[in-house]
């Protein structure tokens, strides 16, 4: 049988090893939060402009974990060479990305969910969907750990975004 005194000993452990462990407060998750949404939309930008790779800078590079069409991706490169074959060439293929409603949910203070409305204007094929995102902070900045997205043919008749969030 195990005494009071030491089973009191592995909560003061636990205890001091929570305490020293540094938690963001409110102010800092707010400016966390503000540079997630500056990845996204960096990542928007870059691809309006046609600039693959720079829209790949938002996702974590090697290791990205990319779910689509019911289908793991292969890796950053593979993600990228997806891109490039699905949307390259000229800027009618590649359509105007819109990413809107965008919730983030702090789950650490290196992760964060990310879950976001998008459109992809273009008149062949226009898309409309959901992005779920986990955002891991490396090296000081936030990127994309694991992105899955789920894309449709028409828009949710239901969203009362898109028409003021994407012109």
Known sequence: MMRPRAMFVPFVLAATLAAATPVAGAEDWMRQDAAIREVIAGMQDAWNRGDFEGYMAGFQDPG???????????????????????YGGAAARRGTLCFYDIRIE????????????????????????????????????????????SAVDTPDPADALLATACP
């Open 64 to 86: 990205v974990v990319f779910v689509s069409r019911g289908r793991f991706q292969r890796d950053w490169q593979g993600t990228l060479d997806h891109y490039i074959a699905d």
């Open 106 to 149: 702090r789950l650490a203070d290196d992760a964060a969910q990310l879950v976001s409305r998008f459109r992809l204007a273009r008149e062949a094929e226009p898309q409309y969907g959901i992005n779920t995102r986990l955002m891991r902070r490396h090296g000081g900045r936030w990127v994309i750990a694991l992105n899955h997205v």
